[in-house]
């Protein structure tokens, strides 16, 4: 079996989102072929594994091949009972403990509603992601896709004067931002305190690449400086620009397909499906080395 990368829309859009074949990552890999899906990642972006039968250990085993694993504590039931026993991987379901689909007015389904919305993830946290490993265990029969945004070519499409106008900017992040624009308020104390807002660089520079991305989020609710409303035009404006359908690839799932995808270089989000079917992924994530203040310009 060799690895092999073809890029999924080979005309539109030739470097963002690959398909890997010749390779089971539900084994142990060699050093060789963790550089390979590496170099893929810098190219593509996304990579789309199928027929990938994992339990949440062999996908976190996957996982540590690409750096330090980060905590589920973005969850709103964080620190209570979970229906995944490990705090490494995320439930990206609508079922609650008992794996009963969750009631349409659910607390915790109406917070992961904001997947809904397009973001990086954990852009709210001072260390953000880096990759993140989306393993679809069950899915609805239809609809359910995620699509993925890819933000350096969104970055390279802007007009001079927008990318040094955003080039020094500092956002703030918060889940508290991404929630309350779909008329979610129904935090606690504590996770008002939990998901305080942190400040991100809106231009990041890959480290192993060396190109530049525009670093969006729905989190992403205040520049430094920058006058409330004035601010959250300017993003919405920019998110606008980075979701045009030029940039975007849209994944249909298959039950057992692994997505990977670079946070440092693209954005997704979750599409509608019956909320009476179950939809049960399971989400690994490498966190990145350092904040985003901290990385070189
Ligand atoms: C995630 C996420 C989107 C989806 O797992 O981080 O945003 O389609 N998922 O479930
Ligand atoms: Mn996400």
Redesign the pocket.
Known sequence: MTLTIRPIDPVSRPFFAGEVSGIDITRPLTPDQVAAIDKGMDRFGVLVFHDQKFDDETQLAFSRNFGGLEEASGDLNWGKARRIESPLVND?SNLDNDNKVLARDNRRRLFSLG?RLW???SSFKAVPAKY?L?SARLIPSAGGDTEFADMRAAYDALDEETKSECENLICEHSQIYSRSMLGFTDFTPEDMVRFKPVQQRLVRRHPSTGRKSLYLASHAGAIIGWPVPEARAFLRDLVEHATQRRFVYAHAWKQWDLVMWD?RATM???RPFDAKEVRDMH?TTVACERSTMAEAA
């Open positions: 990206i997947n973001h990086s993830d993140s989306l946070n997704h989000r979750a989400r």
